[in-house]
DNA sequence: ATGGTCGCAACGCGA
C-alpha cells in the first residue's frame, strides 16, 4: 500500500501535473492540501476517470485539504473534535480531512501557518497543533494497534538541518522552539517520522520567491507521521524533488510512503528495487 | 530580459 502527500498550492492550476503525476505514482492515497477551492469547484471527474475517489473539504479559496483514494475511503471525517473555534480570520478549521482506507486512517493535515511569533497566527498554530496532539493520544489510546498515518503540510521545521540557512531563520517561523516542541509531542505519543529514516536528508518546499530552488534553498516541513502499527509496516519512503521543476511547478513536492502488505499471500511486486526511482 | 513568485470570485492579501 502506497501513501503520499501534495501541497499542490490549487489543484486548478495544478490539475495536469497531479494527474501526470497519479498516473505513475500508484499511490493507494493521496492527501493534497492547499486546494484553494471550494468541494463544488474541485476536479473531480479528472480524478475518477483514472479510477479514484475523491473526498473533500475546503470552505473558501484557502487551505482545502482532499483525500484521493483508490478504494472508497470509509468514516471521512472533517476536522478532529477539539480543533480551536477561535481561528484567527482568514484561517478557517478545520484543515483536517480523515479516511479509513484498508484498514489505514490516513489524515490530510494542513498547519496552520504562523506568520511570525508576534502575530495571532502564531499562537492559533500552536493551539491547532496542541489540539491536534491531543486528539491523536486518544486515538492510540483507544487502540495503540491503530494504524494511524498524519501527513502533510507541517508547517515546521524539526531540525536545523531542516531549513537550507538556520542563521537565517533566528527566532522565526517555522524553526521557533514553540514549534518543535508542539511538533515533538506526536512522537512523544508514538507517532514517527517515517520518511527520514528512508530519506534523510532533502527538503520538501522551496518558495517561489528569490530563486530559491536553483540555489536548492528549501525547507523540510511536510512529513508522514506514522502510528506504531503503521510504522511498523513501512518499507520505503521517497521525497519527489523532480516534482518543483519544470512547468508550473507546486512550492512543494509529493511525499510517499509504501507500506508492506499485511497478508504476504496479498503480496504485490509493484516496489522491485527495478521500480525506483518509484515516480518517472 | 528596464524584470526577477504565485495563487485567488483578486489591483490586496495569503503563503
Request: hydrophobic share 40%.
Amino acid at each position: 500500500m502506497r501513501i503520499a502527500t501534495w501541497n499542490v498550492n490549487s489543484i486548478r492550476a495544478r490539475l495536469p501535473r497531479v494527474i501526470d503525476w497519479l498516473a505513475s505514482a500508484r499511490v493507494d492515497v493521496l492527501a493534497l492540501q492547499e486546494i484553494k477551492c471550494r468541494p463544488e469547484q474541485f476536479p473531480g471527474a479528472a480524478f475518477e476517470a483514472l479510477g479514484y475517489h475523491v473526498s473533500i473539504w475546503g470552505t473558501n479559496q484557502w487551505n482545502g485539504v482532499a483525500l484521493i483514494t483508490r478504494e472508497p475511503a470509509t468514516d471521512v471525517q472533517a476536522g478532529f473534535s477539539g480543533a480551536p473555534a477561535w481561528g484567527v480570520p482568514p484561517a478557517v478549521e478545520p484543515r483536517a480531512l480523515g479516511g479509513t482506507v484498508r484498514g489505514v486512517r490516513v489524515w490530510s493535515l494542513y498547519v496552520p501557518n504562523g506568520r511570525s511569533v508576534d502575530d495571532p497566527h502564531y499562537r492559533y498554530k500552536l493551539a491547532w497543533l496542541g489540539r491536534l496532539a491531543h486528539e491523536a493520544r486518544s486515538w492510540l489510546a483507544e487502540d495503540p494497534d491503530a494504524q494511524i498515518a498524519l501527513v502533510g503540510d507541517w508547517n515546521v521545521a524539526p531540525r536545523d538541518e531542516d531549513v537550507w540557512d538556520i542563521r537565517a531563520f533566528a527566532g522565526e517561523t517555522p524553526v521557533t522552539p514553540a514549534e518543535r516542541e508542539a511538533f515533538g509531542a506526536f512522537a512523544a505519543q508514538g507517532y514517527r517520522d517515517v520518511v527520514r529514516p528512508l530519506a534523510p536528508t532533502g527538503y520538501t518546499f522551496w518558495d517561489y520567491k528569490h530563486g530559491r530552488y536553483p540555489r536548492d534553498e528549501g525547507m523540510r516541513i511536510d512529513f508522514v507521521l506514522g502510528s506504531p502499527a503503521l510504522a511498523a509496516r513501512v518499507e520505503d519512503a521517497f521525497i519527489d524533488r523532480a516534482a518543483r521543476s519544470g512547468d508550473k511547478p507546486s512550492d512543494h513536492v509529493p511525499v510517499v510512503v509504501q507500506l508492506r502488505e499485511e497478508d504476504s499471500a496479498e503480496q504485490r511486486d509493484d516496489w522491485d528495487e527495478d521500480d525506483r526511482p518509484m515516480v518517472l
